[in-house]
């Protein structure tokens, strides 16, 4: 069993910034790649971005340029700046880290962009 929880969340205004941590753990099993997700009050859950164990990163094209993922695979942990947020960036993101038996997901941590 891998055990992913998330924190960092909170309010921010338009224009600030958060940074969200998540940690894996309860596993001796590798830790590919990890990423966070997103869902906003009526919609689905989309994708974020993604980090491999080597460093390669995807973004969606809503945040790139101001969203920054990166990982410390020793601690097993991914984190998630946010720069120039948007009223649209509010949400509950989750954390979700793929190994080689599937994968496991947080419980998610709700950031909220409002003046």
């Known amino acids: 069993q891998v055990q992913v929880v998330e924190s960092g969340g909170g309010l921010v205004q338009p224009g600030g910034s958060l940074r969200l941590s998540c940690a894996a753990s309860?596993?001796?099993?590798?830790?590919?790649?990890m990423g966070w997700f997103r869902q906003a009050p009526g919609n689905e859950r989309e994708f974020v971005a993604t980090i491999t164990r080597g460093g390669n990163t995807n973004y969606a094209d809503s945040v790139k340029g101001r969203f920054t993922i990166s990982r410390d695979n020793a601690k097993n942990t991914v984190y998630l700046q946010m720069d120039s947020l948007k009223s649209e960036d509010t949400a509950v993101y989750y954390c979700?880290?793929?190994?080689?038996?599937?994968?496991?997901w947080g419980q998610g941590t709700q950031v909220t962009v409002s003046s």
């Open positions: 309860g596993s001796r099993l590798t830790i590919d790649a």
């Open positions: 979700r880290a793929y190994f080689a038996a599937g994968t496991s």
